[in-house]
């Protein structure tokens, strides 16, 4: 059984950072983070595949990092976000599956098998 928590979320000001993490149970291939904001859809932020090549959305390229950690059997996703502002707002998930995907499929939420609950982001401006 795959099992992935969410922490790190919190509010900061425009211009801040955070860094997210997820820790994943079981076994998975790829991970990635999306987000949802009030009143619209969940969409990909960054992904990382089972061979750790990251892909990002474009409104987040050069200020988003995603990056994991393995220990033992766990994995560790991270999403450092830099230079915030308040279109970032959102409830982040963290999502994961054991199977491979391919450039941007990498991308597409119906990739994802497995999610986690989430954590909030707030970005004041």
């Known amino acids: 059984q795959v099992r992935l928590v969410e922490s790190g979320g919190g509010s900061v000001q425009a211009g801040g950072s955070l860094r997210l993490s997820c820790t994943v149970s079981?076994?998975?291939?790829?991970m990635g983070w999306f987000r949802q904001a009030p009143g619209r859809g969940r969409e990909a932020v960054a992904t990382m595949d089972s061979f750790s090549n990251p892909r990002y959305a474009d409104s987040v390229k050069g200020r988003f990092t995603i990056s994991k950690d393995k220990v033992g059997a766990q994995n560790t996703l991270y999403l450092l976000m830099n230079k915030l502002t308040s279109e970032d707002t959102a409830m982040y998930y963290c999502?994961?599956?054991?199977?491979?995907?391919?450039?941007?499929?990498?991308?597409?939420?119906?990739?994802?098998?497995?999610w986690g609950r989430g954590t909030q982001v707030t970005v004041s401006s």
């Open positions: 079981g076994y998975t291939s790829t």
């Open positions: 999502a994961a599956d054991a199977r491979h995907c391919v450039a941007d499929s990498c991308l597409r939420e119906y990739r994802y098998n497995y």
